[in-house]
């Protein structure tokens, strides 16, 4: 069982805008970053969004990322086919002094 | 560009041992922390362990219970992952993972980029 919580699955249509949720506590979201991982089929990991809202070189702007207190989000706006993918929400945490993961959302570009 | 290759994964039996390498190149590798992630079949990601450039702070996770140990080579620009007393649940992908620059031995803020994995199959 994650520490940081996601919805398992979420889904929309080409050009809808989607949020992925991301729950923790006041020892990981609450008091550092949020980061959140791409993972596509078959392939490694990908960093998506650092630093809460910092999108590295490459990631197109439809992504963005955002945190309010225990929680985070990721949206992503203009869906595309491309998209279709698993995504993790990540966060150290000071009192276990771990990296945390979330479960991961399948998101389904229908 | 960065580059890290996993080596040293196999099918190996539950109570054995199996040590993990990764040879990283493209940058300066010991003036980063470096990381283990795993990833059962069909399951998310688990972070395993960090090691911070000077080997001064390592991390792992709880759930490891003493049983893996994470060590770095910076003369040779490898990290490496020692596995023993495996059980079924190690089963999966390792990847190795670079963190971010942080200017010191620090915990990994964010894991910027990663390996392609290693399949690690226990099984009798």
């Known amino acids: 069982q994650s520490v940081l919580t996601q919805p398992p699955s979420a889904s929309g249509t080409p050009g809808q805008r989607v949020t992925i949720s991301c729950s923790g506590s006041?020892?990981?979201?609450?008091?550092?970053?949020v980061n959140w991982y791409q993972q596509l089929p078959g392939t490694a990991p990908k960093l998506l969004m650092y630093?809460?809202?910092q999108r590295p070189s490459g990631v197109p702007d439809r992504f963005s990322g955002s945190k309010s207190g225990t929680s985070a989000s990721l949206a992503i706006s203009g869906l595309q086919s491309e998209d279709e993918a698993d995504y993790y929400c990540?966060?150290?945490?000071?009192?276990?002094?771990?990296?945390?993961f979330g479960g991961g959302t399948k998101l389904t570009v229908l | 560009e960065v580059q890290l290759v996993e080596s040293g994964g196999g099918l190996v039996k539950p109570g054995g041992s199996l040590r993990l390498s990764c040879a990283a190149s493209?940058?300066?590798?010991?003036?980063?922390?470096m990381n283990w992630v795993r990833q059962a079949p069909g399951k998310g990601l688990e972070w395993v362990s960090s090691?911070?450039?000077?080997?001064?702070?390592?991390y792992y996770a709880d759930s490891l219970k003493g049983r893996f140990t994470i060590s770095r080579d910076n003369a040779k620009n490898s990290l490496y992952l020692q596995m023993n007393s495996l059980r079924d649940e190690d089963t999966g992908v390792y990847y190795c993972a670079r963190a971010t620059y942080c200017g010191g031995d620090c915990y990994p803020e964010y894991f910027q980029h990663w390996g392609q994995g290693i399949l690690v199959t226990v099984s009798s």
């Open positions: 630093s809460t809202n």
């Open positions: 006041s020892s990981n979201i609450g008091s550092n970053t």
């Open positions: 090691i911070s450039r000077s080997s001064i702070y390592i």
């Open positions: 990540a966060a150290w945490d000071d009192s276990l002094n771990n990296v945390l």
């Open positions: 493209g940058f300066a590798f010991s003036t980063y922390t």
